[in-house]
């Protein structure tokens, strides 16, 4: 069974910047050997679940259009089948306040599109706070 968990989460000033990481186990290969969607995504009271960066099944890496500029995702293998997934943002501002959530597909075939509900494993979140 995968299991996903954020660290990383806290306050931070605007303008300042955060990384968040997820740690990763329990999948049947690393993610250089299959075709997993990853993805990060944010909660916050008032608004809906959005997705604020994606892995895609091929590798290739997806921002949403919001985030573009002040964010970046990243993953490194930590061995035994376990890794991280990052998420750096810059220039931090109170709307990016929230809990954060890391999730995870199955394997799913390179290529092939990944739709949210296809995420089945997810993070328990990290609350992150900006103050102006």
């Known amino acids: 069974q995968a299991q996903l968990a954020e660290s990383g989460g806290g306050s931070a000033q605007a303008g300042g910047s955060l990384r968040l990481t997820c740690t990763v186990s329990g999948l049947r290969s690393d993610y250089i050997n299959s075709a997993y969607c990853m993805g990060w995504f944010r909660t916050s009271p008032g608004w809906e679940r959005e997705e604020v960066a994606r892995f895609l099944s091929d590798g290739s890496k997806r921002y949403a259009g919001s985030q573009m500029r002040r964010v970046s995702a990243s993953r490194d293998n930590a061995g035994d089948k376990r890794f991280n997934m990052y998420l750096q943002i810059s220039n931090v501002n109170p709307e990016d306040s929230g809990t954060y959530y890391c999730?995870?597909?199955?394997?799913?075939?390179?290529?092939?599109?990944?739709?949210?509900?296809?995420?089945?494993?997810w993070g328990p979140g990290t609350q992150v706070s900006v103050s102006s």
């Open positions: 999730a995870a597909t199955a394997d799913v075939g390179r290529g092939r599109h990944c739709y949210t509900s296809d995420f089945g494993y």
